[in-house]
């Protein structure tokens, strides 16, 4: 396969989404190499202890070093070459469309899905230190119960800009947070009219110029108004004229 990911999860069952859809199909076409692991098989004792009382006190547990180092050095195998390891936490960096490019470029990502108070703070600073290149990433300013689902999101992110994973590669190019830096244009199908409510008439004019016009300024106009952060950090030189009297 042209990419390998693993993840390891106490919750492997969470995982059972990526059996499906374009994540499911790459994976039967062979070009995603998808396996996931319950960290609890790298355990040690009856209890299959992954969590303890965290040093200095306070409120929930934390995951150990020692059954992490154990797991990752296994899925990691010889080479740090190539491989990038991601720990899905609310105190990482936020996850762009930016982060989804990089990845979709590595030969291997490892998904270390931590839950509780999170892990160790020391395995990230290892692995680091080993030199495998250590992703700290959040999907959102909010709380999950852990990483699997954050994992989940970003392995999607990932998985459809991998080369022939999506059917037509144009919709990867057209779309929100692609090279325009704004928001999709509203788009519409059959019926014209529906529910009391019409399409745009430029639409059915034929008219490719004046589509693509009015497009862009409904894209404008969307990012202005649900994005102004967006609109700050447009390229000046990706303006065109008639923007600019927006
Ligand atoms: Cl990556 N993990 C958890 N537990 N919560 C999150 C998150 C990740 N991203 C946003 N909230």
Excluded at 73 to 97: K, M, N, R, Y
Excluded at 149 to 173: F, K, Q, T, Y
Excluded at 196 to 221: F, N, Q, T, Y
Aim: charged residues 25%; proline residues 5%; contains cysteine.
């Amino acid at each position: 396969a042209d990419v390998r990911v693993d993840v390891i999860s106490i919750f492997p069952d969470y995982l059972a989404a990526l059996d499906l859809s374009l994540v499911g199909k790459a994976r039967q076409r062979g070009l995603l190499d998808l396996r996931v692991h319950d960290l609890r098989d790298w355990t040690t004792d009856r209890h299959r202890t992954v969590d303890d009382t965290p040093f200095g006190g306070g409120a929930g547990m934390v995951m150990r070093p020692d059954v992490w180092g154990t797991a990752l050095d296994e899925v990691l195998g010889a080479g740090t070459e190539g491989a990038h390891l991601i720990v899905p936490t609310p105190s990482g960096e936020v996850f762009t469309q930016r982060h989804a490019e990089r990845l979709a470029t590595a030969e291997q990502l490892v998904f270390a899905c931590g839950r509780y108070e999170g892990i160790d703070a020391r395995v990230a600073q290892h692995y680091r230190d080993a030199g495998v290149t250590v992703h700290e990433l959040s999907i959102g300013d909010y709380v999950l119960n852990g990483g699997e689902v954050a994992s989940l999101v970003m392995i999607e992110a990932v998985a459809r800009l991998i080369p022939g994973m999506v059917g037509n590669p144009d919709s990867l190019v057209e779309e929100s947070h692609g090279a325009a830096g704004l928001l999709e244009y509203p788009v519409y199908t059959k019926p014209p009219s529906w529910a009391d409510l019409e399409i745009p008439e430029v639409l059915l004019s034929g008219h490719h110029a004046k589509i693509e016009r009015w497009r862009r300024d409904r894209a404008l106009e969307r990012t202005a108004r649900l994005r102004p952060d967006m609109i700050a950090a447009l390229d000046v030189a990706s303006l065109d004229k008639h923007d600019l009297a927006l």
